[in-house]
């Protein structure tokens, strides 16, 4: 079946350094990517997306890396923050259709200083 | 993007009382909404889809008796948690969407937590 997954459940940075989050796919026909960041007890937060028809995409301290060889998309961050601890999902379309989002597991980013 | 509320933020029942759940689109009428719960350290599962003026569609395994959905106008969704049961205790989230996009962008409200004692 369709997944979206998580190599990494936890990460660990200091502040200062970059962070690199990374997520696998199954379905091939996936074609629109998201990374959504959420805090603790809030929603989530739209933050970065990619069309398969991109291999990358920038955003404002945000990278999102799409390799869709091996089904694999990652999210850097630079210069990570303190304000950036939360937990990371990766989401993408269910498939048939454009209105079902499945997330992966989500990897939870804890900044230190 | 969209800017959707949920009240309320916080709730406590007592076991086998219903609650209900609003999910508001306060800046753009919402043709489909999606309701998701979370589980403490886990990801968000999606529950139902609703279109305005019609029924929602359920997930597999989501009952749809005992989580009624309401989606009575284009910025406005209920979820009504019915004989609430401590199981039911989670975080619950609902995003919008726009049905005339091509990819789904959603929006996510501030999510609903509910403890059923």
């Known amino acids: 079946g369709e997944s979206v997954g998580l190599h990494l459940p936890t990460l660990s940075v200091q502040e200062g350094d970059n962070s690199i989050i990374n997520c696998a796919y199954s379905?091939?026909?996936?074609?629109?990517f998201i990374w959504y960041k959420q805090e603790s007890g809030k929603g989530p937060q739209f933050i970065i997306d990619?069309?398969?028809n991109m291999d990358k995409r920038q955003g404002q301290r945000v990278t999102v890396l799409l390799n869709k060889t091996v089904k694999h998309l990652s999210l850097q961050i630079a210069a990570t923050q303190p304000g950036d601890s939360a937990v990371y999902f990766c989401?993408?379309?269910w498939g048939g259709g454009y209105n079902k989002l499945i997330f992966g597991a989500g990897t939870r980013l804890a900044v230190h200083p | 993007g969209a800017v959707v509320s949920q009240h309320p933020s916080r709730v406590i029942c007592k076991s086998g009382t219903s609650v209900k759940i609003e999910c508001r689109s306060l800046?753009?009428?919402?043709?489909?909404m999606f309701w998701y719960r979370q589980f403490p350290k886990k990801s968000l599962m999606l529950m139902a889809t609703?279109?305005?003026?019609?029924?929602?569609?359920?997930e597999q395994g989501v009952e749809k008796d005992k989580f009624l959905i309401n989606h009575a106008s284009l910025t406005l969704s209920t979820l009504t948690v019915t004989s609430a049961h401590p199981e039911d205790s989670s975080f619950y989230i609902c995003?919008?969407?726009?049905?005339?996009?091509?990819?789904?962008?959603?929006?996510f409200g501030p999510g609903t937590r509910l403890t059923v004692l």
């Open positions: 995003s919008v969407s726009e049905e005339a996009s091509s990819y789904n962008e959603q929006f």
């Open positions: 800046d753009f009428q919402a043709t489909t």
């Open positions: 609703s279109n305005e003026g019609s029924k929602a569609t359920y």
């Open positions: 379905n091939s026909a996936s074609d629109y």
């Open positions: 990619i069309r398969s």
């Open positions: 989401a993408g379309p």
